[in-house]
């Protein structure tokens, strides 16, 4: 942890919901969750997903909060597991209740046990796997996009084509038309479109676990179009009178910043964030 972490002030979200909600959140932390994403959240994006790890003072952070709140969830498109190992998170003093929601809530892994629990794959993924390489080359897409395999689902990446955007772009529809054939959908991301099972979000695996732990204030964090749907259902729970606290992490997705009620630069700022409020807490 930076030596200037803890002394950090504490950022004053733009909105009047958002400071209702931190103020709930310092006020009542034994009965409010702190929910986030993981990459571009808690690990710094880059180029290549597989050595994404999350920000040196991200787990620190987190473990000092942790015993301060009702509880700490990781929500993340990523397997649980694989979300588990680059983020250090197992065995962890302070992390002991960590619960990781991997593959937008589909998988989960806790620290308690140390196990993940998943259902069987659907089908149309293991359809999709064997048709995508094929595929991407019949549409003359194959030339800088590659293929991660995620278990039960697969991503197209355009990060690394000549105009990761226009590669991007030219790849939406052909994606959502051969994941439809399959019963599977596409989630938009940074540069990656995602193909996967429907019936899942960020935003359902958020309001099962907050229903869960009977949570009554909520701060969740992310950065990127799938946290939109997590988004949402703090929404939601603020009409029914719950508060929340809405962070965004990077300002490079605007339907999200735009929502947000506190946008901080990246997992750097995030981390020192979760610290300021560690230590608020503790105080």
């Given amino acids: 942890m930076g030596s200037h972490a803890h002394e950090t002030p504490m950022p004053v979200p733009a909105t009047a919901a958002g400071r209702e909600g931190l103020e709930a959140l310092l006020r009542a932390p034994r ?16 180029p290549d997903p597989d050595q994404a790890r999350a920000h040196p003072d991200a787990v620190p952070a987190l473990a000092a909060l942790a015993p ?4 700490v969830a990781v929500v993340t498109g990523r397997p649980a597991g694989v979300a588990v190992r680059k983020g250090g998170f197992a065995e962890v003093p302070g992390l002991e209740h960590l619960v990781v929601l991997g593959h937008y809530g589909a998988e989960r892994w806790d ?3 140390g196990l993940v629990h998943a259902p069987a794959e659907h089908p149309g993924v293991a359809a999709v796997r064997a048709e995508l390489p094929g595929f991407l080359e019949s549409i003359g897409a194959w030339r800088g996009t590659w293929i991660e395999e995620k278990g039960r689902a697969l991503a197209v990446h355009t990060r690394r084509a000549e105009d990761p955007e226009a590669a991007f772009e030219a790849l939406r529809e052909p994606l959502a038309e051969l994941a439809a054939r399959h019963g599977l959908m596409v989630e938009p991301g940074r ?16 309001t099962e676990y907050l229903d869960e ?14 946290d939109l749907a997590a988004y949402a259902a703090v929404e ?7 508060p929340g606290l809405l962070v ?17 630069p990246g997992p750097a700022e995030v981390a020192a964030f979760l610290a300021t409020l560690a230590g608020a807490l503790r105080g």
């Fill in 31 to 46: 009965r409010s969750v702190v929910a986030l994403d993981f990459d571009g959240t808690l690990a710094d994006i880059v």
């Fill in 191 to 206: 540069a990656v479109l995602e193909l996967r099972p429907p019936g899942m979000d960020k935003g359902v695996a958020l």
């Fill in 236 to 242: 939601k729970r603020r009409a029914e009178g719950v």
């Fill in 248 to 264: 965004c992490s990077s300002s490079e997705v605007p339907e999200l910043a735009s929502r947000a009620d506190l946008v901080l």
């Fill in 111 to 113: 620290a308690v046990s």
């Fill in 68 to 71: 301060e709140v009702l509880a």
């Fill in 213 to 226: 732990v009977g949570a009554e204030a909520v701060l969740y964090a992310g950065d990127d179009l799938g």
